[in-house]
């Protein structure tokens, strides 16, 4: 089992910056692939970001430029800088877990195996 927690949501203005965290616990963080996701309301849950267990990288295009995902597998955490934010970034993000370690199917939902709960970001124009 591995639990995610993310932190780092609130509110933000256009053009500001929000730097997520996801720390996991349990066994498994060792080798998996991490992927943040989003969910505006009345939307479906969207890939955001994903990074391999090595820190090779794959971005949405809504929001390559600026955002940047990374990882400190010391600290098994996961982290998204969100900087240039805009009233479209307002969702709830969630972080996700996969077995596997490599960059592959990381922007698919039914590829991951654990999901955080989430935290609110609420970008305001």
């Known amino acids: 089992q591995v639990q995610l927690v993310e932190s780092g949501g609130g509110l933000a203005q256009t053009g500001g910056s929000l730097r997520l965290s996801c720390a996991a616990s349990?066994?498994?963080?060792?080798?998996?692939?991490m992927g943040w996701f989003r969910q505006a309301p009345g939307k479906e849950r969207e890939f955001v970001a994903g990074?391999?267990?090595?820190?090779?990288?794959h971005y949405a295009d809504s929001v390559k430029g600026r955002f940047t995902i990374s990882r400190d597998n010391a600290k098994n955490t996961v982290y998204l800088q969100m900087n240039s934010l805009k009233p479209e970034d307002t969702a709830v993000y969630y972080c996700?877990?996969?077995?596997?370690?490599?960059?592959?199917?990381?922007?698919?939902?039914?590829?991951?195996?654990?999901w955080g709960q989430g935290t609110q970001v609420t970008v305001s124009s």
């Open positions: 990074i391999s267990w090595s820190s090779n990288t």
């Open positions: 349990g066994r498994g963080f060792s080798g998996h692939a």
């Open positions: 996700a877990a996969r077995y596997a370690p490599t960059i592959e199917l990381v922007s698919l939902i039914p590829a991951y195996d654990y």
